[in-house]
């Protein structure tokens, strides 16, 4: 099993651009989610989906971040327009049962808006 | 709402010596509770889990971790820590609708650092 890839791993980008991450989870996984790390506020969750439905969205910081999963097997995470404080390490994880058996992370996309 | 506290922001022990990883939750009912780690760059990584039954659960490369409700404590700990255990430890607890863990809350996460 590959694990949950992400993609890109580092993104760099200027100030009012739009950027889209993107995840793909384990396989049979039903549930989906994104996190934020920064050091100042740590690990944050975004958003998460079970069976490709956004279930709890209350962490997705403005409208300016969206989030789709489209099927079983991939999710973007958009930014448009992107700032200097969306600057952060987003991390895709997806869990079997609930989270029964814990979240698997995905290695994170590194994002710079400059 | 669920929280969890780690207490310390930055431990140093030598290698071969034992260590504990402090924890403390709040949360109303017994809640799932979690300990990952993260190495530098890359994402994080399940080291054992507390959903009911035993107290004392055992995890991967050695670790192990007690629920003790009165304290409302989940610490980690490993009886010889070794130079490769040196990264980031992240506590959370899961909440989510009854029966499930589906909404983790993570810690501020303690940096460990071993020396030789």
């Known amino acids: 099993d590959a694990g949950v890839i992400q993609s890109p791993r580092h993104e760099v980008t200027e100030m009012g651009q739009e950027v889209t991450l993107r995840c793909k989870p384990i396989?049979?996984?039903?549930?989906l989610f994104w996190y934020r790390q920064t050091m100042m506020r740590g690990l944050e969750l975004l958003i998460y989906?079970?069976?490709?439905?956004?279930?709890?969205d209350s962490g997705m910081p403005e409208d300016r971040f969206s989030a789709k999963m489209p099927n079983a097997s991939f999710s973007t995470l958009k930014i448009q327009p992107s700032e200097p404080r969306d600057s952060a390490v987003y991390f895709c994880a997806s869990s079997l049962r609930q989270g029964a058996y814990g979240y698997t992370f995905g290695s994170g996309t590194r994002l710079t808006v400059v | 709402a669920q929280s969890v506290t780690q207490p310390d922001i930055h431990i140093t022990v030598s290698e071969g010596a034992s260590l504990e990883l402090r924890c403390n939750y709040s949360y109303g009912a017994t809640p799932y509770l979690f300990w990952y780690v993260q190495s530098p760059g890359q994402g994080l990584q399940l080291l054992l889990k507390y959903f009911s039954g035993d107290t004392l659960v055992q995890g991967i490369k050695g670790f192990e971790a007690e629920f003790k409700r009165s304290q409302s404590s989940f610490n980690l700990r490993k009886p010889s820590v070794h130079w490769s255990d040196a990264a980031e430890y992240f506590c959370?607890?899961?909440?989510?609708?009854?029966?499930?863990?589906?909404?983790?809350?993570f810690g501020t996460g303690t940096r460990l650092q071993v020396t030789l």
């Open positions: 396989s049979g996984h039903d549930y």
């Open positions: 989906f079970n069976n490709n439905v956004p279930i709890d």
């Open positions: 959370a607890v899961g909440v989510g609708r009854t029966g499930t863990a589906s909404k983790l809350t």
